[in-house]
């Protein structure tokens, strides 16, 4: 079993739509959560990073973590066409140490 | 503030050979991550560098190697290149108890 599991996908919405993307992890001494957005062909890009249970909203995208399921999320609201890419959550008990990464969800946000 | 930057962008080798991929950390970031991304999976730890010293090392063979230089820069060698090495190399920065910004990424073939 691994570590952290995400459903790869792919998922496809119309534009303007509410996208909901999920980890779940096995790891309870987990602290940190990330979630990234990679292109295709590009580096992974930071957009929401989270410390412990909560949620955090920042612009069209709002992180919850729920410690004491092992499960996270990424909301991504009135989504559009340039969101399309591969969303990868990532967790560590370190901020700035291992990260452990999820395998992606590719997303396609229709015109 | 410049983001991280890695070189080559991409290259190619072929089995057996040698190879060495440069990062250069955002600047007053003293931590240096690798990691490697197979087609459709999420980045892999291989190793991190906090002030020239090995933090933490991942499940990789001893083929892989790395090292930090004084201005923070990093290296990662690989010798005796398989297949099985092609993949986005990524090397990611931080500063203590922050998360990790990655940059673009080195594409390896193998052949």
């Known amino acids: 079993q691994k570590e952290v599991e995400q459903d790869p996908g792919p998922l496809s919405v119309p534009e303007g739509a509410i996208v909901s993307l999920n980890c779940t992890y096995s790891n309870s001494a987990f602290q940190y959560f990330m979630w990234y957005r990679q292109y295709s062909r590009k580096g992974p890009e930071l957009l929401m990073y989270?410390?412990?249970?909560g949620n955090k909203e920042d612009g069209r995208f709002t992180a919850q973590v729920d410690k004491s399921s092992k499960y996270i999320s990424l909301f991504i609201r009135d989504s559009q066409p340039s969101d399309s890419a591969t969303y990868l959550c990532?967790?560590?008990?370190?901020?700035?140490?291992?990260?452990?990464f999820g395998s992606g969800t590719r997303l396609l946000v229709r015109p | 503030d410049a983001g991280v930057t890695q070189s080559p962008t991409h290259l190619i080798k072929t089995r057996g050979q040698h190879v060495t991929l440069r990062c250069s950390p955002i600047?007053?970031?003293?931590?240096v991550s690798w990691y490697q991304q197979v087609l459709g999976q999420g980045p892999q730890f291989i190793f991190q560098y906090y002030e020239k010293e090995e933090r933490g090392r991942g499940n990789f063979p001893d083929r892989f190697s790395a090292r930090q230089f004084p201005n923070y820069s990093s290296e990662l060698n690989v010798n005796a290149l398989l297949l099985g090495d092609s993949a986005l190399y990524l090397c990611?920065?931080?500063?203590?108890?922050?998360?990790?910004?990655f940059g673009p990424g080195t594409r390896l073939l193998v052949l």
């Open positions: 990611a920065s931080s500063r203590p108890q922050e998360t990790q910004y």
């Open positions: 600047s007053g970031h003293k931590s």
């Open positions: 990532a967790m560590s008990m370190d901020s700035s140490y291992k990260l452990i």
């Open positions: 989270t410390y412990s249970s």
